[in-house]
Each structure stands twice: as structure tokens, then as C-alpha cells.
T-cell receptor, first 114, second 113 residues
Framework: ELKVEQNPLFLSMQEGKNYTIYCNYSTTSDRLYWYRQDPGKSLESLFVLLSNGAVKQEGRLMASLDTKARLSTLHITAAVHDLSATYFCAVDGDYGGATNKLIFGTGTLLAVQP | KAGVTQTPRYLIKTRGQQVTLSCSPISGHRSVSWYQQTPGQGLQFLFEYFSETQRNKGNFPGRFSGRQFSNSRSEMNVSTLELGDSALYLC????????????FGPGTRLTVT
């Protein structure tokens, strides 16, 4: 059974600090997705990583993918309060198949304190 | 371009009743997937429809069903509601099946009492 694990589950950090969220998955997949969810809201797509070694950056967030290690990281640089949200990683649950099934990680609740 | 829309946004039902949720994908998108989000189980895949055909199904009981219409709009139905069905139901649309970015709707918050 495909499993996607994120750590930490909860992250409290101060504004201006850097930190990394880790996403490990248990099966072959060369695509990984990061989403953001604000309380009571839907999922907002942040990054789509399509191959081994892929790195994408948007503002203070940078995501990378190592398919050999089955690991993706989401790095936060100089955090600001607006980044407070829950972050999910997800992988294709039907690798090599023909469907859009996503398997999500547990989520990381990020709270940026002033 | 309008995003994914879901109706209703909030719903309160009683145990044993049935419910139908609706999802309208982004124009031109032919794939619609449904997910259930609960505090205990997180985000779980329910099923995906593409060109009116169910392409994949998650590990949910047969009380959960869905369909897709020729205009790509999709509905999901839950019969004989249980308390544990209380959740946020999200649908996502994609241009086509397989490995394309999915865009999520605002969700339907279902409460079963």
C-alpha cells in the first residue's frame, strides 16, 4: 500500500527563520505535488515536480524532488505570517496507470509567529 | 476562466438519509476526481471520472457512488448516511486523465447528525 509521510506534523516558527518540511513516499513515482490549505478553505496548488532532481521556487517557498530517495522537501525561507497554513504533499496513486488518483500526506500545519 | 465550482457549499443531513453533491469542472477539463477530507483520515481519494467513465475508485463502501455527465459535470451520491461521513468533500478537475495538474474546488462541508 502506498504511503506518504510528512514531517513534522506541526511546525511553529518565528518570522524570519528558515525551515524545511519533508515528504517521504513508499513507492515508485516520478511526480510529486505540493498544496496549501488555509483553514476552512480548499487546496491551492503550489508546485508540480515532474522528474528526479526537479526544483521549483515561488517567493519564499522552494520545493525539490529526489525520486531515488523517494523524498521531497519544501523549504521555507525567511518565513512571514502569511505563510501560516497547512501544507500537503501528494503523489500519483496509480503510477504507470491512466488515472489522476492522488495519495496525500498527513499535512504539516505551519504557524508563523511574529 | 472560472474555477471549479461545487454545490452546495454546506449541508446538514440526518443519519440514514442520502445526499448528492455536484461539481462543475473548469471549462475544457474532462477529468473530475473526488476526495474526502476528515480530521482523522486526512485526504482520501474517492473516485475519478473521465469522459463519463469511472477510471479509478478508492477504498470506500458501495454507499459512495458517482457519475459524470457529457458536459463533464459530476455528481457524487452517498446513501444511508453515517455519522462518520461528516467531512469536507472536494472535487478536482484536470485537463485530461493521467499526470496533469488538478485544480480543486471550494468543497462541500457535509455534517451528518
Amino acid at each position: 500500500e502506498l504511503k506518504v509521510e510528512q514531517n513534522p506534523l506541526f511546525l511553529s516558527m518565528q518570522e524570519g527563520k528558515n525551515y524545511t518540511i519533508y515528504c517521504n513516499y513508499s513507492t515508485t513515482s516520478d511526480r510529486l505535488y505540493w498544496y496549501r490549505q488555509d483553514p476552512g478553505k480548499s487546496l491551492e496548488s503550489l508546485f508540480v515536480l515532474l522528474s528526479n532532481g526537479a526544483v521549483k521556487q515561488e517567493g519564499r517557498l522552494m520545493a525539490s524532488l529526489d525520486t531515488k530517495a523517494r523524498l521531497s522537501t519544501l523549504h521555507i525561507t525567511a518565513a512571514v505570517h502569511d505563510l501560516s497554513a497547512t501544507y500537503f504533499c501528494a503523489v500519483d496513486g496509480d503510477y504507470g496507470g491512466a488515472t489522476n488518483k492522488l495519495i496525500f500526506g498527513t499535512g504539516t500545519l505551519l504557524a508563523v509567529q511574529p | 476562466k472560472a474555477g471549479v465550482t461545487q454545490t452546495p457549499r454546506y449541508l446538514i443531513k440526518t443519519r440514514g438519509q442520502q445526499v448528492t453533491l455536484s461539481c462543475s469542472p473548469i471549462s475544457g477539463h474532462r477529468s473530475v476526481s473526488w476526495y474526502q477530507q476528515t480530521p482523522g483520515q486526512g485526504l482520501q481519494f474517492l473516485f475519478e471520472y473521465f469522459s463519463e467513465t469511472q477510471r479509478n475508485k478508492g477504498n470506500f463502501p458501495g454507499r459512495f457512488s458517482g457519475r459524470q455527465f457529457s458536459n463533464s459535470r459530476s455528481e457524487m451520491n452517498v446513501s444511508t448516511l453515517e455519522l462518520g461521513d461528516s467531512a469536507l468533500y472536494l472535487c478536482a478537475s484536470s485537463v485530461r486523465s493521467t499526470y496533469y495538474e488538478q485544480y480543486f474546488g471550494p468543497g462541500t462541508r457535509l455534517t451528518v447528525t
